[in-house]
């Protein structure tokens, strides 16, 4: 089962050497999974204060510097694994660096029936 990870945490609580550290920690898990065949992708979010989110609200655009939520906690990244279950992908999110000093959501994917997005149908 294919699960996300969903990396929220207060942007300013890290100093550049605990962010590089992290990065390291994380980069090393994940060259761990990828050898098990069970990392699928991840990516650290640049800061949020470059987010732009868009709505649309009666067929027209709405475009607004800033993320969707104003929050302590921001989503700085995240993890697609494929695991055998929420347990597995629970230990893997403890494992996590940022586990420890915000939060790692954890969600399943929505199975959807294969499609392939390069035939045009």
């Given at each position: 089962?294919?699960?996300?990870?969903?990396?929220y945490?207060?942007?300013?609580?890290?100093?550049?050497?605990?962010?590089?550290?992290?990065?390291?920690?994380?980069?090393?898990?994940?060259?761990?999974?990828?050898?098990?065949?069970?990392w699928?992708?991840?990516?650290?979010?640049?800061?949020?204060?470059?987010?732009t989110?868009?709505?649309?609200?009666?067929?027209?655009?709405?475009?607004?510097?800033?993320?969707?939520?104003?929050?302590?906690?921001?989503?700085?990244?995240?993890?697609i694994?494929?695991?055998?279950?929420?347990?597995?992908?629970?230990?893997?999110?403890?494992?996590?660096?940022?586990?420890?000093?915000?939060?790692?959501?954890v969600?399943?994917?929505?199975?959807?029936?294969?499609?392939?997005?390069?035939?045009?149908?």
């Amino acid at each position: 089962m294919q699960y996300m990870l969903l990396i929220y945490g207060d942007e300013k609580c890290w100093t550049e050497a605990e962010r590089e550290q992290c990065m390291l920690e994380s980069m090393a898990i994940c060259d761990e999974l990828a050898e098990q065949g069970k990392w699928l992708a991840s990516s650290p979010l640049c800061s949020v204060s470059t987010a732009t989110s868009l709505r649309i609200r009666n067929g027209k655009r709405l475009i607004t510097d800033g993320p969707f939520a104003e929050t302590a906690e921001q989503l700085g990244g995240y993890y697609i694994i494929d695991v055998e279950d929420l347990d597995e992908a629970l230990a893997i999110a403890a494992r996590l660096p940022p586990a420890q000093k915000g939060t790692v959501e954890v969600r399943p994917l929505f199975p959807l029936p294969d499609r392939d997005c390069h035939s045009g149908s």
